[in-house]
């Protein structure tokens, strides 16, 4: 079966499946500040209750800090700050309130990302202040700063990434987790001191094809996503990897060498969070219709954030998701009015 022909069978099922009003699903990404006590995750999960949301995103690992139980990252500043108790494991009450309410819960790695900006934190125990040798730097050898950003070329950094993970999936065994940001921000990161040996030997291991360090950069995410594969199955858990990426595949690739296709359809990754490159009419239709031609079995769900469009420009973004058969749609907003246009437009699974 070829693929227009695949294509046009999935888009009369999602019409069919329109007409005889079957819900899409609805998911929420939640912010960390949603996280800082009992009572704010229960009015997160009221909210899903009220607008259809069957799946919710949660941040337990952003900035290199912790929004659980670790015994490797220190506790979020964020908790900190908001004199969360320090007996509060918001990921434990977020999946028991979520296993009650029918709610799936998604914890979400950034396993990359250090902190955002220059202005780093005082905390002696922060990842930057405890291997600032482990961050990535430029051509130069300059540190950057927008982020700052552990290097994943690094061994040391690959060795850390596996631990921190293997930590999460041990004592929470959650059924899914996601990982953000997993990606080089841009062609300007990846000359840690430690990536370039790393660099140096994969020349010399290489030197029958063509290898230059952009292929070093992708490969280096390519093996470090199948070693989490291989953690999970090593572990003896069921749980399935997701992947937050950009929906324009070559731009994923030259900017931030990022193989996200290569990781769907070779199993490392069960789902892709498509956030959109770039919110228009032309862009989500073509980025939707090339990925679900070249993803098996449909693993992709759009992510946009319509907090950051107009009103007009949000219908346009959602209508044409719609036209496609996708399986749901995920957002990053709180707000009523537009949940409720979603739920509307049989987006969200009534409970």
């Known amino acids: 079966m070829n693929q227009n022909l695949f294509l046009t069978i999935l888009l009369l099922l999602c019409f069919s499946a329109v007409l005889f009003g079957e819900p899409l699903g609805l998911s929420l990404e939640a912010q960390r500040l949603d996280m800082i006590n009992e009572e704010s995750i229960d009015n997160l999960m009221g909210k899903c209750i009220n607008y259809r949301i069957d799946t919710l995103y949660i941040p337990i690992v952003s900035f290199m800090e912790s929004l659980y139980e670790s015994r490797i990252l220190p506790r979020s500043n964020v908790l900190i700050n908001n004199e969360s108790m320090l007996t509060f494991d918001p990921l434990a009450y977020a999946m028991k309130k979520g296993e009650i309410f029918g709610i799936r819960i998604i914890p979400v ?69 996601a990982f953000s940001n997993f990606y080089y921000p841009n062609p300007e990161y990846g000359y840690n001191p430690y990536a370039l040996k790393e660099y140096e030997q994969y020349l010399r291991d290489n030197h029958s094809q063509i290898a230059n360090f952009n292929n070093f950069r992708q490969d280096t995410l390519n093996k470090l996503m199948v070693r989490l594969d291989a953690l999970v199955q090593t572990l003896g858990l069921t749980t399935r990897l997701l992947v937050y990426h950009t929906s324009n595949y070559e731009n994923s690739l030259s900017q931030h060498f990022q193989d996200w296709v290569y990781w769907l359809n070779s199993d490392y990754v069960d789902t892709g969070i498509m956030w959109y490159w770039f919110t228009d009419k032309k862009n989500v239709a073509h980025d939707t219709q090339w990925a679900l031609e070249h993803i098996k079995g449909q693993r992709i769900i759009p992510a946009f954030s319509p907090d950051a469009l107009q009103y007009s420009q949000f219908l346009v973004v959602m209508n044409t998701i719609l036209d496609f058969p996708v399986s749901g749609i995920m957002v990053d907003t709180v707000d009523s009015s537009l949940l409720e246009i979603l739920n509307n437009n049989e987006v969200g699974i009534p409970r």
């Open 109 to 177: 790695v950034d396993l990359l990302t250090v902190w955002p900006s220059q202005d780093l934190p005082n905390n002696p125990l922060h990842l930057s202040k405890k291997q600032p040798d482990w961050l990535s730097r430029n051509s130069e050898g300059k540190l950057l700063y927008n982020p700052v950003l552990l290097d994943p070329g690094a061994p040391q950094v690959q060795n850390f990434i596996i631990a921190l993970v293997k930590e999460i999936l041990i004592h929470y065994k959650p059924s899914q987790l």
